[in-house]
């Protein structure tokens, strides 16, 4: 029998409710607010079965590689679902019951969020509209946040982790905690010796790669 013990909106939330819920089994998603399904993976302490329900096709090689029981590609029908959940070892089938709600909660996980399309930062005297395509990364120097663009940079009032919730995981990636880069606006990827790569900008701009980042980064960009 299944019993469902919580759902969480972004990945620092998800780390924290398998490491106290211990579950058997997650459903993740390939790309969340804050940590992506792997990295979730990665900083829990409790490892159980995982099933990957996503709208991205490109990562099924890489979560069959961290031992994921099925890779199930959004939308799918409750069947779909079903042959996952009856994949995981020594688990019954599940019930309808369970099965309406895990399709409800997942039906939730499809919805778009909006992420932030501009920021407005003072300059001088006034304020300024940067696209968030035009800006090349997010970093932080003592207690300040920068937002960086075409070389220039400007004090931003949110903290780091707040930009990352707010902004698009298709278009930034946090590659290292003081870091959160466009990926879009990465112009060469640089080896810095050890496994380590430093990104570059087209002004020149650098910013390093932690090396608990590489894999992941690697994987996004096509780095193989």
């Known amino acids: 029998e299944y019993t469902i013990v919580g759902e969480a909106d972004n990945g620092r939330a998800a780390v924290e409710l398998i490491d106290r819920a211990l579950p058997d089994i997650v459903l993740l998603d390939i790309k969340m607010p804050g940590l992506s399904g792997f990295q979730i993976l990665q900083e829990a302490t409790h490892k159980p079965s995982v099933i990957f329900i ?37 688990t019954t089938v599940p019930g309808d019951t369970i099965l309406q709600q895990l399709g409800t909660m997942v039906e939730g996980t499809v919805q778009p969020k909006h992420y932030l399309k501009r920021f407005t930062v003072k300059d001088r005297f006034e304020f300024k509209v940067i696209d968030v395509q035009d800006i090349d990364y997010f970093s932080t120097e003592d207690s300040f946040v920068f937002l960086h663009t075409d070389g220039v940079r400007y004090v ?5 982790a707040q930009i990352e919730e707010s902004v698009s995981p298709e278009l930034f990636f946090r590659v290292h905690r003081k870091s959160l880069v466009n990926l879009n606006r990465v112009e060469r990827i640089l080896p810095w010796g050890r496994g380590r790569y430093v990104l ?16 992941e980064l690697k994987a996004l960009m096509g780095l193989l």
């Open 156 to 160: 931003v009032e949110k903290s780091l």
């Open 200 to 215: 570059k900008f087209s002004n020149e701009e650098r910013v390093h790669v932690s090396k608990e980042k590489t894999r």
């Open 54 to 90: 996503t709208a991205y096709n490109e990562h099924a090689v890489r979560a069959f590689e961290v031992h994921a029981v099925d890779y199930v590609l959004k939308p799918f029908q409750d069947k779909r679902l079903f042959d996952a959940l009856a994949r995981v070892p020594n």
